[in-house]
């Protein structure tokens, strides 16, 4: 099963891949039923989730029933947990860029927000648009969910300023990437164009770099101030286990301080 899901996510383009998902989803979801894993999004439990990984792949990782990886279900637990994301009275304008399966029709059923989705070549996308050159006004967004996307942008400094640019002052962002925390920085190279050789040395055929520990001082440098949350210190190590999270993985939760 590993090597066919490698040879899936490396042949099939992503948006094939999400189109026909939605009808083998149920199937396989039924097939790994069981009690050994617990996906938090929709409180299923399974015997085993599948792997994933473009190069690598990682064993027990991906949702059979909402699709989710580990940073999904490390996201989805943090805003449940530690923020009134869901609660809060307040009608809230949220961006979501690259927006993820198991997202989205659950923050589109959200009455506290205005919930716009955006990407250059998602289907399930709401406006497809270039996260270099965002169709938004300044400060049009109380939170922006931006998830293994920069990773992919050769000009990550304009996408960040791009999601700085449109975030409202008091609002927030939550930027995942991949990252490898034993590397002090981030490593590029432009020369690198063959997708073999981009999936061999940045973990990905589509991906441009690896980031680093200085992931953070680059949002700090464009205007954010940013929390690093190391939520799995903070999670029970055997819910850890029973969710498929990665343990020590970080949220980056970046803050545009009010003017």
Known sequence: MVSLFKTVLNTIPRPILIKTSYWVRPVIAWWLKGDNFTDPIDGKSFKKMLPYGYEVQRENVLSPSTLSLERHRLLWLYLQQETNFFSSKE???LLHIAPEQCFLHRFRALNNLEY?????ESPIADVKADIC???FEDESFDI??????LEHIPDDTKAM?????????GGYGIFQ???DLNRETTFEDDSITDPKERAKIFGQYDHVRVYGRDYFNKLRSIGFDVKEVDYTKQIAPELVER???AKGEILPLCY????
């Open 91 to 93: 009608k809230r304008k």
């Open 116 to 120: 716009i989705t955006s990407d250059l």
């Open 133 to 135: 050159d965002l169709p």
């Open 144 to 149: 922006i969910f931006c998830n293994h996307v």
């Open 161 to 169: 300023q791009e999601l700085y640019r449109i975030l409202k002052p």
């Open 177 to 179: 990437i991949p990252q």
């Open 243 to 245: 969710y498929a999270l």
């Open 256 to 259: 545009k301080t009010g003017q």
